[in-house]
């Protein structure tokens, strides 16, 4: 049988772990693709001996891997948008199948790639780009196929989490742990894409495009990091029954879906709230199998490798029966993908945890309750405790029923406008996981 | 396109749910697939109404349907074994690909059926027959594909989870529960199955085939039940750290594969601990991706459904895509599929609970203590209270380090010995899920 030959383009974390467990696990690998696999050249700036190239060419041009006719995959780890970009169409112009680890790439040109690789009737695989060895993209896809998808809501960032997990089990500050997660290396130097969100909004366009059967539109995902979450609001929303999260949420309406990725309140009861460190989870509701969930390791080298090689065994077993790809890029098939309207975050409904920090007054609490009531937002509990008083302020904690997020950022401006109300009112969406 | 026309046997809860959920959601579910899908016959010994047949031909034989030259795809939703062996055993010696939610029958015919069905050249899938709506063969057979599984461990029944779940959290005993799970519909009138581990045991069988590549060998499982399961023990377990699961457990050596179904004390921190009620989870640890979870319900009539129409979407997209099947049948092809030994319940290695009830007498632990170490068996921690002396008996609890079972059998006899040592000595796993 003629094997299937793949070169890697890559080899940082992500391309040494690839080699390295496609090296200890080949037999396993091709009894399961059912045909002989070969890793016959791999691409990098540099030479680096973070695994064992015995045998395997190696070009310091990652496209000339791309075009080496030789080659049936590549795969693509080198990340980033646009070099990324053109490797990607390079490989498919040149009749390769792809598979890529870059959430980035595919959130944002994926549209753009899917149609130039059906154009050549190639497949571009991206497992490995969401919560990392989870197979929750082949969830979606596949194994939830039966089901009309309502909601999903994952922890898809292991940094954001290690970071809440550790603010609440040690009471320590955001920048503290930030500090300690870049010295651990969970973190990049530049921690951006990690605190504020992006690289879970990536994450969260994909699951969404593949949920609901829309192209990805990562330029219109809301999106707010956890930079400014305090350990004040982790204990006390602790205290009245939820664990803060970082979550993406995608939602579909009859007038469009949700697409956001922030704080969340998660009932402490949930399964979801007891994911904790650098770990992933993704909860997926469908209307027939009801609420499952998919968790692992998000990131790191061979949990990463897992993904990558499962998709080259994907692609080799497709290459083996000779046939065209049997399952859609998106799941859906191009025909049957609609647009589907990303709602602005204005529109959404949630219900919000506010902390409110005001003069140890009487009569405050009675001003924000009327604007609160007037708008119509129902209070679901409130916390204040004279105890938490400190010159003179003091601080409210306050969980409303759902509304659409415009009354609440109303209420919120008028309860900003009291005298007696110190500084910015603090919200955090709660997510109680129903339709 | 020409249409994938379905015949669905068995009208019970399963077959009424696909039936159900497929008209619902047959615009996704055919723009997943890439190709019209139409349910063209349902073979029932009588006509119910639990779902819609309009436009569906209807008929009392099933294996008129399975042998009707109109359709493409049998659904065997008749359950236990020798029908549905013969059921679909025609289905295939008439070309058509299966689709099956019965695990007995997978577990205890499975190997016959699959040589069958290669020979034909046409599938049988199976995703239904394990842990109901949860995706987990999908993630075994293929998203995991790139590791070595070193061991899997799951709850599996439904049933003996909510039964446990209440038992901890109410006090309730045994039979009390069962009663009600029986009134609830979650408990079979015959609830052998469940509680004694034979339904886990069959599911356990086919992970455990998928994950190490070895053909079925069901009757070579060891099932031990919960029936014997007090309150005292899963009250202790508590209060040691530990919460008492129903686990099918699979894991390779070098020397064989161990496959066991019985009670296990699991750390309360770990996740699979916190799966609750009637749901499912399977833990399994990969050597590339480490531990990841599947969770969700593993029952019900649209939750299995979800997964019969997940497995005719995945051959509705092979049919489609005018091939072969690209994935073996139990992930692994044929040729690389090895007999693997499975190991006697004594030569496994397990950490131990032990509840001994002795006389109230100074000394008795010193003895039980000796008997152990004698045997090299180390105590993690003992538990024992004045306060629960009762007619002069005093229980003592005990948590051993790893040991080899035959060791702590051969302790356990000395210990019932013991004058001071009232009945028998009762043993429950204690699985700490490392390598």
Chains 1, 2 share one sequence.
Not at 30 to 47: D, F, L, N, T, Y
Not at 130 to 157: D, H, M, T
Not at 343 to 357: C, F, G, K, T, V
Not at 402 to 419: P, R, S
Request: aromatic share 6%; hydrophobic share 45%; charged share 25%.
């Amino acid at each position: 049988m003629k094997p299937v030959k793949v070169g890697i383009c890559g080899l940082g974390t992500v391309g040494s772990g690839t080699v390295n467990v496609f090296r200890r696990n080949a037999k396993e690998i091709i009894g399961r693709a059912g045909c002989p696999i070969e890793i016959v050249q791999v691409g990098s700036r540099r030479r680096k001996d973070n695994c064992d190239l015995t045998g395997i060419d190696f070009s310091e041009d990652i496209f000339a891997v791309a075009k080496n006719p030789e080659i049936d995959i590549i795969v693509e780890l080198i990340g980033g948008y646009d070099i990324a970009k053109e490797l990607v169409l390079t490989a498919i112009e040149n009749g390769k199948h792809v598979v890529t680890a870059n959430k980035a790439l595919i959130a944002v040109h994926g549209n753009e790639i899917f149609e130039a690789a059906r154009a050549k009737g190639v497949v571009v695989a991206f497992e490995a780009s969401v919560a990392g060895g989870i197979p929750v993209v082949k969830a979606i896809r596949e194994g939830l196929a039966g089901n009309s998808i309502k909601w999903l809501a994952g922890i898809i960032n292991g940094t954001g989490n290690f970071i809440l997990t550790e603010m609440r089990d040690k009471g320590r500050a955001f920048d503290d742990v930030l500090k300690e997660a870049q010295e651990l290396g969970y973190a990049e130097a530049d921690p951006t894409f990690d605190v504020e969100g992006i690289d879970a909004a990536h994450k969260l366009t994909i699951l969404a495009s593949a949920a609901f059967g829309a192209p990805l539109q990562f330029d219109r995902a809301f999106t707010e990091g956890i930079s400014n979450i305090s350990t004040i609001d982790v204990d006390h929303a602790q205290e009245l029954g939820y664990i803060i999260k970082h979550l993406g949420i995608a939602r579909i309406h009859d007038n469009g879906m949700e697409l956001r990725v922030h704080p969340t309140l998660v009932p402490a009861d949930k399964l979801l709230a007891k994911v904790d460190g650098v770990m992933n989870a993704v909860l997926i509701d469908g209307d027939a199998v009801g609420q499952t969930m998919y968790y692992g390791a998000g990131a790191g080298s061979e949990a990463t490798a897992s993904a990558v090689l499962a998709d080259i065994v994907d692609v080799a077993r497709i290459i083996n029966s000779g046939e065209a790809a049997a399952v859609p890029f998106l799941g859906f098939t191009q025909e049957s993908i609609a647009d589907i309207n990303v709602l602005p975050i204005e529109d959404i409904q949630s219900a919000y945890y506010l902390r409110i920090l005001a003069e140890d007054h009487p009569g405050v609490l009675a001003k924000v309750a009327s604007i609160l009531s007037e708008d119509g937002i129902n209070i679901e509990s409130v916390m204040q405790r004279e105890t938490e008083e400190h010159q003179g302020k003091i601080p409210m904690m306050m969980l409303t029923h759902t509304v659409v997020e415009k009354q609440i950022n109303e209420a919120i401006c008028k309860i900003e406008a009291l005298d007696d109300v110190i500084g910015d009112v603090v919200k955090i969406r709660v997510e109680l996981f129903k339709d």
